[in-house]
């Protein structure tokens, strides 16, 4: 069932998630599309969230938005930050501690190997902020070699957070609270939960398919509405793997599985083992706040001797 429509306002507007927005001119959203879209998620009862590029929107297009609830996802080079819900930054070294950050929400897009080099800098930034969200923007790169490097970061970084918790400041960070707080499936949802309109006034699965492949990926307009093929493919009761893991915080990216695997239900062997990573680490974490004697929710994460739950399917 739906519940979120997500409007990219503009063919530059920032990517918050894995794709790439490539080289690309500004094309602003129609006023008229862009009012017909609002119209559409109030008739469907559906929550906005703004996708926006770096310039100022003209008077008119921001009245519009103003008309109806939203949420705004802003790159941290836009005009105009202080209203942002969510900040967009392309690169750790840019996320600095100020009263901009406070209390928001902020996505870090990065490479694996730049995480690793640099996730140190994070640890001024975490006493800053609300919630951090990392998303790698080569997933597809990650051997079975960064396993190692991996855990290792995840494990210096619980001890950053781990110091959030015991000064009473709970921050949240998708790499390793999320599943602390979780008991099931909580992913991407796009195509389930989520539909996005582009600037050409069609729908999309997310983003990253109209970027992907602009105009070819299309599942409909604002006379016809979504029209998504085999969409309970896109339903977590349609993934047979996914339904029974319990890396509860796992994206789960549907474009990614599309096109890694080139099936939407089934994720790819990188994201599997990334998130086992992940959810190991907050099995520690989690262990190690409880030895301090801080509440937290009854979530149990039990042990485990696998990371890709296809190697089960193999045994």
């Not at 920032?14 to 927005?21: A, D, L, Q």
């Not at 080289?23 to 862009?34: E, G, H, K, N, S």
């Not at 009862?45 to 003209?58: C, G, K, S, T």
């Not at 919630?131 to 950053?160: G, H, I, K, P, W």
Request: hydrophobic content about 40%; charged content about 25%.
């Amino acid at each position: 069932m739906l519940r979120y429509l997500i409007v990219v306002l503009d063919d530059t507007s920032t990517s918050f998630c894995h794709y790439p927005i490539g080289t690309r001119q500004a094309r602003l959203m129609p006023l008229d599309v862009l009012e017909k879209s609002i119209r559409w998620a109030m008739t469907e009862n559906l929550m906005i969230q703004f996708v926006y590029p770096a310039y100022e929107l003209p008077t008119e297009w921001n009245e519009t938005i103003e008309s109806i609830d939203h949420v705004k996802i802003k790159p941290s080079a836009a005009a105009d930050i202080t209203d942002a819900d969510v900040m967009v930054f392309d690169k750790i070294e840019d996320v600095e501690p100020s009263e901009m950050i406070r209390d928001k929400s902020i996505v870090i897009r990065t490479s694996i190997n730049a995480f690793f080099q640099k996730y140190e800098l994070l640890n001024k930034v975490f006493p800053h902020v609300g919630r951090v969200n990392v998303v790698f923007t080569d997933v597809e790169s990650f051997s079975d070699e960064d396993v190692v490097t991996y855990r290792e970061v995840l494990s210096q970084m619980a001890a950053m957070v781990k110091i959030e918790y015991l000064n009473n400041h709970p921050v949240q960070f998708n790499l390793l609270t999320d599943r602390m707080m979780l008991t099931e499936m909580n992913n991407c949802g796009a195509g389930d939960s989520s539909v996005t309109l582009a600037p050409d006034g069609q729908f999309y699965i997310c983003p990253a398919f109209y970027y992907s492949r602009e105009g070819t990926l299309a599942v409909g307009d604002l006379t016809t509405g979504p029209k998504i093929p085999n969409q309970q493919l896109y339903k977590l009761q349609y993934a047979p793997i996914c339904r029974r893991c319990d890396a509860f915080q796992c994206h789960r990216c549907i474009w990614l599985n599309h096109r890694i695997t080139l099936e939407v239900n089934t994720p790819s062997h990188q994201q599997c083992v990334m998130s086992h990573v992940e959810r190991n680490a907050a099995r520690s974490l989690l262990l190690s706040i409880r030895e301090e004697g801080m509440f937290l929710p009854e979530t149990e994460i039990k042990k485990i001797d696998y990371l890709d739950p296809f190697e089960i399917i193999g045994r």
